[in-house]
């Protein structure tokens, strides 16, 4: 080989290292992301499981929306307290006291206590269940299915399905919100663990309805809400409602509701 022919190779080898010196800067800049430090300290505290329980596409959504404060040093219901003060220091705020809260569901209908409309043969889970017509099988259209859809993305197995509707085991539940997401007729609902009065239904029929399809469902007589010491109940679309921040946990809408389904733990 010649020593111009080495040149030749030389300068052409050169010429592709500076093109793709050039492609790589272009690329550089036009897929450049910022990194957030502030962002990434959050995130290494967060449980990583990216739930969704509090409310952002997952846990780097999150810690973004904490670092820009748009969000709580609070907003990671699975991390809790514990979590909240390390992402309070990071953020140089005070973590304010946090109140945990679980899962329940709004449904006292077992199976002795529901009637049905029709004989059901689909698929066993409530996803299907809720395209039958008028989404139910039970002659109550709001309450549980029983199928336990809830519980299978449960990571945490805090759920579990008893004589036909979904139970919660609340030591075992963190709020991260998935069973509310997936339960087709949004039974479930996140309250403050320590609430001990508690309305077990869904139904928005009115009583006579309410009576042929279950003994155990809201009547929207009011009782509870006339009786109630501090107007901590409403009625709102014929069913009982707690306003928890008002409720004193007296248990006289216990007492008084006819079908007991309010229940004063």
């Known amino acids: 080989m010649s020593f111009n022919e080495v040149l030749i190779a030389v300068g052409i080898l050169c010429g592709i290292s500076i093109i793709i010196g050039v ?3 272009i690329a550089e800049k036009v897929f450049h992301v910022d990194v957030n430090i502030l ?28 670092s820009k404060g748009e969000a709580p040093v609070s907003a990671c219901p699975v991390g809790g307290e514990r979590v909240a003060k390390r992402i309070a220091d990071i953020m140089g705020q005070k973590a304010e006291p946090m109140q945990r809260k679980v899962a329940y569901v709004k449904c006292d209908g077992s199976c002795e206590k529901r009637q049905t409309d029709y004989n059901y043969y689909g698929l066993k889970t409530c996803t299907y269940a809720a395209t039958m017509p008028d989404s139910s099988y039970y002659a109550c259209k709001f309450g549980c299915l029983g199928y336990g859809t809830c519980a299978e993305v449960c990571d945490h197995h805090a759920i579990k399905v008893e004589d036909g509707k979904a139970v919660v085991d609340e030591s075992l539940c963190v709020a991260c919100g998935k069973c509310l997401k997936v339960c087709p007729h949004g ?19 009115k009583g006579k309805t309410v009576r042929n399809a279950c003994t155990s469902g809201c009547l929207g007589c009011g009782i509870c809400a006339r009786n109630c ?8 679309n014929n069913l009982a409602k707690i306003d928890y921040f008002k409720c004193s946990k007296c248990g006289i809408c216990a007492e008084k509701c006819p079908r007991h389904i309010i229940k004063h733990y």
């Open 23 to 25: 492609a790589l800067s």
């Open 229 to 236: 010491p501090n107007d901590a109940i409403i009625l709102d």
């Open 187 to 205: 039974l479930i609902e996140l309250i403050p663990a320590n609430a001990s009065v508690r309305v077990q239904c869904s139904s928005a029929d």
């Open 39 to 66: 962002s990434a300290k959050i995130c290494e505290e967060l449980p990583g499981i990216n739930c969704g329980g509090c409310g952002f596409a997952g846990c780097d959504s999150c810690a973004e929306a904490i």
